[in-house]
């Protein structure tokens, strides 16, 4: 597509529900990245894909969060029993090449709410 | 371990004013830097992307610079306009992923 596309745009969950948050990246990018923003903070690094494959997982606050990369397309990042500090927006980014000579374009982000 | 400052943290001005956004950052080893604009609600809109081999890009009223060995980069807005008020990112690049500041808050006054 033309940009990088993410849905839903807002989810408002009860806490302990599981959420899944989709990212469809610019045809032909073959990376992938995801970060969070809570309210009032900077963008966290969560995960990193390269064609299917993650090298780099090291910011994935904990093992109730999951990632996957279908078909060097789509994503879908994936929250357990959701917790009230997950609330935050959800950004996705695809960039042409890993070496991101070709910067990042980002998608307009998922706005988590966990009530 | 990367560290992105950017200051000031908010910033107000009146319309038509030059001004000048500030991103440091501790390890020179970067592939590029890259200047994003959030508006509130938002995603990221990229401004410009400097590589490592370069000293500034510009687009429209928009300069960025870049000063690798003393891990400094500048933004420079020309003329500012209300239109402009945003939070401005820097963010650097190691060998793939982006390292972020916690932004500059800017409002134009009109």
């Known amino acids: 597509g033309a940009g990088v596309s993410q849905s839903p745009s807002n989810k408002v969950t009860e806490k302990g529900k599981d959420v899944e948050l989709r990212c469809d990246p610019i045809?032909?990018?073959?990376?992938l990245y995801w970060y969070r923003q809570r309210l009032g903070q900077g963008l966290e690094f969560l995960i990193y894909?390269?064609?299917?494959?993650?090298?780099?997982k090291s910011g994935l606050p904990s093992d109730r969060f999951s990632a996957e990369r279908t078909g060097e397309s789509v994503s879908t990042l994936t929250i357990q029993r959701t917790q009230q500090e997950d609330s935050a927006v959800y950004l996705c980014?695809?960039?042409?090449?890993?070496?991101?000579?070709?910067?990042?374009?980002f998608g307009s982000g998922t706005r988590l709410t966990v009530v | 371990k990367q560290e992105v400052t950017q200051i000031p943290a908010a910033l107000s001005v009146p319309e038509g004013e030059n001004l000048v956004l500030n991103c440091s950052f501790t390890?020179?080893?970067?592939?590029?830097l890259q200047w994003f604009r959030q508006d509130p609600g938002k995603g990221l809109t990229s401004l410009l992307l400097i590589q490592s081999s370069q000293r500034e890009q510009t687009s429209g009223r928009l300069n960025a610079s870049l000063d690798k060995s003393s891990g400094r980069s500048t933004l420079y807005i020309a003329a500012s306009q209300p239109g402009d008020s945003a939070t401005y990112l820097c963010a650097v690049s190691g060998t793939y992923k982006y390292i972020f500041g916690t932004g500059t808050r800017l409002k134009v006054l009109a």
């Open positions: 045809s032909g990018h073959t990376a």
């Open positions: 894909f390269q064609g299917n494959s993650a090298p780099d």
């Open positions: 390890d020179s080893a970067i592939y590029n």
């Open positions: 980014a695809s960039s042409l090449d890993p070496e991101p000579n070709y910067g990042y374009t």
